[in-house]
């Protein structure tokens, strides 16, 4: 058996000050990591510090086997110059990057090979460090912090010549077009944000099947058919409360937060008529059984939590993601929660494609969904577009591929016998309803 570090999260019928307890891989409590998780409860949402959490148990274990600086294994607690060295080897020879040392930092490069998780890793490496400072821990400077960037009074210049910038709100001065200057030791050069495109249009029903099989509450059920349908963050949809439900005209609509906007309610998401009717029965008979306040929905005051868990509080993210790993494990495939959101919007843009009749619809209804989705940024979608055009190319090719090779073996198989080849009188769904003035435009085009 593979050597790891592990997580337990805390039985419900325990009392514990820790929502779960990490174990190396000889079994031993390891403090560090049970410590920093707790402290991140509460300073990022319960999503972030698990996926943290997840991505540092793999370094930790690398960490106390295989690191090397100056002919020991590191320890965590080691001084920075350790710490800096372990890091690059792991970003090297465990994350697929190139690294190339600077004056006073390190140029991380992504690679064909680097995992997706580079980013994440760092941000996490550099919040523990943080941690480990804040709780008395750790007895050095961050390692993952540049400190000479730190001593460093960068001024950015105004558009009036010889005067103070000013504020961004005065809307006197152009925008900052380039990103703030990052504290990071380690810096990734050619990073880029690229969605998940999940092309599995039966995606939810096997995740459906999986759940039914593993025996899950109706409470997961439901959430996990809001999180198809409605593109929404686990989180987002954790916090709503009976009020998010009544301050919506359309029955199958509910107020929700967005990222960034401060648990303001400044969005809406919607459900089918069949999830409401799972979502009424839910409320109506598991709900009761452990609510502190066991009345009816039209007594229930507007901040009460739509799901909760089993002592009667809010439904918390680890609780759901424990019950998650079950239900997925079923399925026999590997998902994390926010993968869903990828596919509502992956789905979401091909039925916007496959329903519209002329460009201007199109935009039309981009524009919708942009607005739906709340993005702070309208290119997100581009990028979804761009990865969605590869796989409208994939499916072509594919036919294409498949053409090919129905023509190939017709064409020896007549050369064979001898018989003059029929295949050009093939109709495939390639050449159907084709235009030859297409193809002559195509080939001016490319004089």
Same mark, same amino acid.
């Given at each position: ?10 039985? +419900? ?72 060295? +372990? ?15 600077? /004056? ?43 400190? /000479? ?169 680890? +609780? ?39 460009? +201007? ?87």
């Amino acid at each position: 058996m593979s050597k790891r570090f592990i997580h337990y999260f805390c039985p +419900a019928d325990i009392e514990s000050k820790y929502a779960l307890m990490v174990f190396d891989d000889e079994n031993n409590h390891f403090v560090p990591l049970t410590e920093y998780y707790q402290y991140q409860l509460g300073r990022v949402s319960e999503s972030t510090a698990l996926s943290y959490l997840n991505i540092l148990e793999p370094y930790f274990c690398w960490l106390k086997n295989k690191s090397l600086f100056q002919g020991a294994r590191v320890d965590w607690t080691n001084a920075p110059l350790a710490i800096k060295s +372990a890091i690059k080897q792991y970003l090297q020879k465990e994350l697929g990057c190139k690294v190339r040392d600077q /004056d006073s930092h390190e140029k991380v490069f992504l690679t064909n090979k680097s995992k997706k998780t580079v980013n994440h890793f760092l941000s996490a490496i550099k919040a523990f460090y943080k941690a480990m400072i804040k709780l008395g821990l750790y007895d050095h400077p961050n390692p993952l912090v540049n400190l /000479d960037l730190l001593g460093q009074n960068i001024e950015i210049s105004g558009d009036r010549k010889n005067r103070q910038r000013m504020p961004q709100l005065a809307g006197t001065e152009e925008p900052i077009s380039y990103r703030k200057v990052t504290d990071s030791y380690f810096k990734i050069i050619n990073d880029e944000w690229v969605p998940e495109i999940i092309s599995d249009w039966d995606l939810p029903y096997k995740i459906y099947n999986a759940g039914e099989k593993s025996n899950w509450q109706l409470r997961d059920e439901v959430i996990t058919r809001f999180m198809f349908e409605t593109g929404a963050r686990i989180s987002e949809i954790l916090d709503l409360t009976i009020g998010d439900y009544r301050n919506r005209l359309d029955k199958h609509e509910f107020s929700a937060y967005n990222k960034g906007s401060f648990k303001r309610r400044t969005k809406f998401i919607r459900i089918s008529p069949e999830t409401l009717k799972l979502l009424i029965r839910y409320i109506n008979v598991e709900r009761p059984k452990y609510a502190n306040n066991p009345i009816k929905f039209d007594k229930l005051p507007d901040d009460e939590f739509i799901f909760i868990s089993q002592r009667g509080g809010r439904y918390q993210y680890t +609780a759901f993601y424990n019950n998650w790993t079950k239900i997925i494990g079923f399925a026999g495939i590997k998902l994390n929660p926010h993968k869903a959101r990828h596919w509502f919007v992956t789905s979401r843009l091909r039925g916007i494609y496959e329903s519209s009749s002329s460009k +201007a619809e199109i935009e039309e209804k981009k524009k919708q969904l942009i607005g739906y989705m709340k993005w702070r940024d309208s290119e997100t979608i581009n990028v979804y577009e761009h990865m969605y055009d590869e796989e409208k190319y994939r499916d072509i090719h594919e036919q294409m591929i498949q053409t090919y090779s129905f023509r190939e073996k017709e064409y020896l198989k007549n050369k064979k016998m001898n018989k003059p080849t029929a295949v050009a009188n093939v109709v495939t769904k390639q050449n159907k309803n084709f235009e030859e003035d297409w193809l002559n435009d195509l080939y001016e085009g490319m004089d």
